[in-house]
């Protein structure tokens, strides 16, 4: 299975996941006040998945720019921020 296979199928997972289950995704990451803000961002990403598992070793630039817009962020406001709980720092990894 390619990396961008790995990737998409990640993608997928963690982006349904406060759509199917956002009690449990607040279990782990968090009270969030906007939830319809987090499905949205959940379905995006879950949406960006599809395209990577569709598209195999084609969607290389789709698969770094999606790491890259994903990790930027979660990095920034965990770290330097410090406004995200660490299963947000580990997402980015």
């Known amino acids: 299975?390619?990396?961008v296979r790995v990737q998409g199928a990640y993608y997928v997972g963690s982006g349904l996941w406060?759509?199917?289950?956002i009690r449990?995704?607040?279990?782990?990451?968090g009270p969030k006040?906007?939830?319809w803000l987090v499905r949205s961002y959940g379905v995006l990403t879950a949406a960006i998945?599809?395209?990577l598992l569709a598209s195999?070793?084609?969607a290389g630039p789709v698969s770094?720019?999606?790491?890259?817009g994903v990790a930027a962020p979660e990095t920034w406001?965990?770290?330097v921020q410090r406004r995200l709980p660490w299963p947000y720092l580990a997402d980015a990894f």
């Not at 449990?24 to 990451?29: C, H, Q």
């Open 1 to 3: 299975m390619s990396i």
């Open 18 to 21: 406060p759509v199917l289950h």
């Open 24 to 29: 449990s995704f607040e279990a782990l990451t």
């Open 33 to 35: 006040t906007d939830r």
């Open 49 to 51: 998945g599809v395209v």
């Open 56 to 58: 195999g070793r084609a």
């Open 64 to 68: 770094v720019a999606a790491a890259v």
């Open 77 to 79: 406001y965990a770290l």
